[in-house]
């Protein structure tokens, strides 16, 4: 088959089952988007990778699809499907809208010992299981661990893990993970068993939820390796002297003196008020096949129940797979287990638009709004993407779409003396944590939750979501912000364009500085809001962002604009009057999350202004589109070494302005620092 008939047919096959909307965040060579499955109306996150800039990290992609295809338990992200086309590599995974574990921690500040208990033993669950089936993870951080819908985690990024053939007890060589977390003997470039290693990351990442912060961190990359390898750390005075044994004896130097993950199963401090072993085996085993699934799918296939489970049997990992999976998991989740009748399997189903149409119609029966929105922004405002398939176009702030970045995977490559990602930029020359502690919210699960909670979860049966407050009270550097003049009244959200950054190899150099603080000035005028009439806001953000891209390459007020506009009308009336009103005149409102931080303030404009005033002076480039900014910041040699976005949100309860923030790329705890100086020196 010609190459340009497999990747037609790839694509084809990505939109012939699933809707593809906003990326929802990158990692690596990957850029993850959400997804829905049109069948089973299931939402789906998608990573896509181009296989011309995975180069060498094909391998490790193809390492990761084996081993997930051959993992199936409740604390792990359920892989689905896998299309591969001759240019590119797509996998259907599970999706988990509470986003990183990470996110969670900076959020909450550190977590209390009881809450760090549920979480730990569904890691050492998903763990044991792991090293059951004869597999070392070897990336083991908060950011590899994902929330569910019911707050369970599910481990991702199984892109460095071993098999090795003779079994775990055989010893490795690759050495691999993020520094911050790879134990002493790998360090040392010494032979080390896979699953020993993983337990040292494990204390690492335990004392990540006590602490909030790494037992062992700095700067420059030499000292934190010595750090390691001398294995001490201070425990602060709110561990327990339970949790102070436990670390310890999870991050001994010495392998052999290290607890197993056996052993942590009915470790005293992991058993407290549980008084029962972590429950690892699967609740989901490989190759069980449910009949009830089974019986939906014969009927939708119209074909007999034995060949629809001799076709489920295969498992290919492909839209039978996806469906089956799924299928189940709603069973699991006590929804009913049906398919839309009329997207059957048939090949003959329809043209690409008529099947958008048909999944355009299940969004409108859906209870989710946001399906709704999105649902008409792909119908009305789909292009031709990089990948060569349509998509809800994507901003990117050089203009280039879709351009996934090597940059990000310096952080877990092999330990030789180049590797010095994570300190590629700091703000602030301390690291520590923030003196202030977050005021705490609680949020009280739905009897839903409740109902569908894991069993390791029971003993919790509040989480207290909560949200990282105000920050303090002026401190000399914001009072200093405070003399300021007022920026509120001159900043109207638009639709700026930002400029392909100055030629400048390092973007936080003096060229770079300027071209933000000349942004920030052209930000107060709001001389360019000639695109559209309104302000835009985050739900209509990706349609933003095909202005935007579209603004690149055509003139304004032609063709393009007037088809835009008349997509925008469309999608507009068909929003409910409270959604139209958010649309035109302002931020989005939003629920408190985690990655939402409170202002004190009630003028959105005027958090935006501080935002927007603040970034020059910290190195960082954006671009700003409405409410949201997308932040970078450029390591030498141009490479970018952090992405992440801040938007300005509007809250209910309490009624204030809010900062939602979402790292897109680059060293979780680099981004920790920098987005509290940020918020903190804006004085909002
Ligand atoms: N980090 C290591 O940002 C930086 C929501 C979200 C929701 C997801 C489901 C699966 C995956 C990511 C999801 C996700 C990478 C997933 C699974 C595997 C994998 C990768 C991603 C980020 C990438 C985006 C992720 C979080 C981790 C969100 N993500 N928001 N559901 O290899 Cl197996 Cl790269």
């Known amino acids: 088959m010609p190459v340009e008939r497999t990747e037609q047919r790839g694509a084809e096959e990505l939109h012939k089952y699933y809707e593809i909307y906003e ?79 990470f996110d969670y921690i900076i959020a909450k500040d550190r977590l209390s010992e009881e809450e760090t208990r549920v979480f730990f033993r569904q890691i050492v669950s998903a763990m044991a299981y792991v090293h059951s089936q004869g597999y070392a993870h070897r990336d083991l951080k908060p950011e590899n661990l994902l929330i569910d819908e019911d707050q369970n985690l599910k481990l991702i990024d199984f892109g460095l893990c071993a098999k090795p053939k003779g079994g775990l007890g055989y010893e490795l060589m690759t050495c691999c993970g993020s520094p911050a977390y790879a134990a002493p003997e790998l360090i040392q470039g010494k032979a080390y068993i896979g699953s020993e290693a993983d337990v040292w990351s494990m204390g690492v990442l335990l004392f990540a939820l006590l602490c909030g912060y790494l037992p062992f961190d700095d700067e420059n990359c030499m000292a934190l390796y010595r750090k390691i390898t001398r294995g001490r750390y201070e425990n602060p005075r709110w561990l327990s002297p339970g949790s102070v044994l436990l670390l310890n004896q999870m991050m001994q130097v010495d392998p052999k003196r290290r607890l197993t993950v056996r052993q942590l199963l009915d470790h005293p401090w992991v058993m407290k008020e549980y008084n029962s072993p972590v429950e690892w085996y699967s609740r989901q085993p490989l190759g069980y096949v449910d009949e009830d699934c089974i019986t939906e799918m014969a009927v939708n296939m119209k074909r007999s129940r034995e060949s629809t489970t001799a076709l489920v049997n295969k498992w290919q990992y492909d839209h039978t797979t996806a469906t089956y999976l799924l299928l189940l998991s709603k ?112 949020r009280k699960a739905t009897n839903k939750e409740q109902a569908s909670k894991n069993k390791e979860n029971i003993a919790v049966p509040q989480k207290d979501v909560n949200i990282f407050l105000l920050p303090p009270p002026p401190t000399p550097a914001s009072s200093r912000k405070n003399e300021r003049p007022n ?19 390092k973007g936080g150099g003096s060229a770079s500085k300027e071209h933000n603080q000349k942004k920030a000035t052209e930000n107060k005028d709001s001389a360019n809001i000639e695109i559209l009439t309104f302000s835009p806001e985050r739900r209509s953000r990706s349609l933003d962002m095909a202005v935007q891209e579209d603004s690149g390459k055509k003139k304004r007020g032609g063709k393009v604009f007037g088809s835009l506009e008349r997509g925008l009308d469309k999608m507009i009336n068909m929003l409910t009057p409270n959604k139209k009103r958010a ?52 390591g030498d040699f141009g490479k970018m070494t952090m992405a992440f976005e801040l938007e300005v949100c509007l809250l209910q309860r309490p009624e204030v302005v809010g900062v939602r923030r979402q790292r897109l790329k680059g060293d979780a705890w680099v981004y920790k620092h920098l987005v509290e100086d940020i918020l903190s020196t804006s004085s909002i």
């Open 487 to 505: 920026k509120a009244t001159l900043t109207t959200p638009n639709m700026n364009v930002s400029k392909p950054r100055a030629g400048t190899p």
């Open 23 to 101: 990326t929802i965040g990158s990692g690596g060579f990957a850029k993850v988007k959400l997804g829905r499955h049109i069948l089973t109306g299931e939402k789906v996150a998608i990573k896509i990778m181009n296989k011309k800039d995975l180069g060498d990290d094909l391998p490790r992609v193809k390492v990761e699809i084996e081993a997930m295809k051959n993992l199936s338990h409740q604390h792990i992200c359920r892989l689905y499907q896998v299309i591969e086309t001759s240019t590119h590599i797509f996998m259907v995974l599970e999706y988990c809208p509470g986003g990183e574990l």
């Open 331 to 442: 069973k699991r989740r006590g929804k009913p287990v049906r398919l839309r009748p009329e997207a059957a399997f048939s090949e003959d189903s329809g043209s690409p638009l008529q099947q958008r149409l048909q999944a355009k119609e299940a969004l409108h029966f859906s209870e989710d709004e946001d399906a709704v929105i999105m649902g008409s922004l792909d119908f009305g405002q789909e292009y031709i993407d990089d990948c060569g398939w349509t998509s809800v176009p994507q901003y990117s702030p050089r203009g280039v779409r879709g351009q996934p970045d090597g940059a990000d995977r310096k952080d877990i490559l092999s330990m030789s003396p180049a590797v010095e990602k994570k300190c590629a930029y700091s703000p602030t020359p301390e690291r520590g944590r923030t003196a202030t502690p977050p005021h705490r919210h609680e």
């Open 583 to 634: 649309l035109r005149d302002g931020p989005r409102k939003i629920k408190a999350q985690y990655n939402v931080t409170l202002t004190s303030q009630t003028n959105p404009d005027q958090v935006l202004n501080q935002i927007l005033s603040i970034l020059p002076e910290k190195n960082i480039d954006y671009t700003q589109k409405g409410y949201t900014v997308k932040c970078q910041t450029w």
